[in-house]
């Protein structure tokens, strides 16, 4: 049995209800659904009564059954592993957040939930134990390798790290093919970042083993993506808000800018959503990605204005300038006027509006990127979204090598003792965690 904060989220999820939605559609007050949300280590947590858990099933179960007579929606089999609905080729790989559908990715969703304990250092699970994980980072990482190892290591595996080409033999001429088929004999799973797009797919196609898209060049980078719309979700939730129907703003180099590229199209799984893309001159979206989401019936504007583009948003995405990978560029318009800061956000944005960004951002005066002075507000998310790579890739590695039904089962409390907050100096976050 899962936990019951995991089994109300997924609920949530599934019936597409917001938690005053839900708890009217089961006959409760909302104040009794947040006590049985709550960590069990919140003081006001409160276990809920068996028939509950009953009476939601079964409103589950009718709505599957409703959906698929009226909607002919597609309901998987639940003996077929997602790792076989998300795969690449036949293979559990993740190149692409394409490979996604709505329902997939919530089921993904739903694992990491799962992976929440672990990944707060409440439990412990070694069900990777023995594996062993290559991250191939052919170009400079800091984060999102930490993440990916950390997340491997929590269950159990253990990590190969290598940064650059200088540690490669293809610097004497050896193929990605052949690299990857000779690297796959010694790991169970591979990570690859490389500065080039499509050279991932390359690596995946080289073996059978799990191969990740921590990256490549302009193209995509899914894990991200997926942790992003995680994030979404998970804010959204505590702020009675769904997916459906939000206004996303995006701004920063949209060109080059690969989270958002696979962020906007999850997002473009969802319904009725409008996309504000803030960019400046020779930095705008690729029209490819544009056109896909509006065929998808969602609202897309487009501005060279943060004051203007802001106004109403759910979600400010913020991404900063990708100078490593401009050609003959340059950049017109991005001037201090472009930065998303404190006085910017009160001045157009509502209380509720959750502000992102993929980082690094770039602190330094004059960088005219998200601004530090934001660490203090509680709008901004984005120590909360690093957190949440955690249980997201975690959640990945355990679907792709086919664990993810053995995680609940295979918990135990830790036996070290870590701090409640992470970061000291972050943010008084209100509401559901």
């Known amino acids: 049995m899962i936990d019951q904060q995991t089994f109300l989220r997924d609920a949530m999820r599934r019936l597409n209800l917001t938690r005053e939605n839900f708890s009217d559609r089961i006959g409760i ?31 589950l179960h009718g709505s599957l059954v409703e959906l698929s007579n009226t909607q002919s929606v597609y309901i998987p089999d639940p003996n077929t592993p997602l790792r076989s609905r998300i795969g690449h080729d036949g293979k559990p790989q993740l190149l692409s957040v394409d490979q996604f559908s709505r329902d997939s990715l919530e089921e993904l969703f739903r694992v990491a939930d799962i992976m929440q304990p672990i990944a707060r250092r409440q439990k412990v699970s070694r069900i990777l134990e023995g594996a062993v994980l290559a991250n191939l980072f052919f170009e400079a990482s800091t984060r999102t390798r930490i993440s990916f190892g950390a997340a491997f290591c929590r269950l159990g595996g253990s990590v190969c790290d290598t940064t650059g080409f200088t540690f490669s033999s293809m610097t004497k001429g050896e193929s990605i093919y052949d690299t990857s088929r000779v690297i796959s004999g010694y ?14 797919d390359e690596f995946a ?43 996303i703003v995006m701004a920063g180099d949209l060109k080059y800018g690969r989270t958002v590229h696979s962020l906007i199209k999850l997002l473009a799984l969802y319904c009725g959503l409008r996309f504000t893309l ?21 609202v897309v504007e487009t501005s060279t204005s943060l004051a203007h583009g802001l106004k109403g948003a759910d979600i400010v995405y913020a991404t900063r300038i990708q100078k490593e990978r401009f050609a003959d560029e340059a950049i017109e318009g991005y001037t201090p006027d472009f930065q998303i800061n404190q006085a910017l956000i009160n001045a157009t944005c509502s209380a509720d509006t959750i502000v992102m960004h993929p980082l690094p951002r770039d602190g330094r005066p004059g960088a005219n990127d998200l601004s530090t ?6 709008r901004l998310a ?36 870590s701090p409640h907050h992470v970061g000291p100096d972050d943010a008084a976050f209100d509401g559901l965690d």
């Open 382 to 417: 984005i120590f909360r979204q690093t957190d949440n790579g955690i249980p997201v890739r975690m959640a990945i590695f355990a679907t792709l090598l086919g664990v993810e039904n053995q995680v609940q089962h295979s918990m135990r409390d830790v036996t070290w003792r």
């Open 29 to 59: 007050r909302k104040r009794a659904l947040d006590t049985w949300i709550l960590p069990e280590t919140s003081g006001e947590f409160r276990v809920m009564p068996d028939i509950v858990t009953k009476f939601v099933s079964e409103i």
């Open 187 to 200: 790991v169970d799973a591979l990570v690859v970042r490389h500065p080039e797009q499509g050279a991932v």
């Open 373 to 378: 002075d934001m660490n203090h507000d509680p």
């Open 205 to 247: 196609r080289a073996t059978n083993i799990p191969v990740i898209n921590g990256g490549d060049g302009p193209g995509e980078h899914p894990s991200q993506a997926i942790l992003d719309l995680y994030t979404i979700q998970r804010e959204f939730s505590r702020l009675g808000k769904l997916v459906d129907g939000a206004h």
């Open 278 to 298: 803030i960019a400046p001159t020779g930095l705008e979206m690729p029209a490819h990605i544009l056109e896909r989401i509006a065929r998808g019936g969602h």
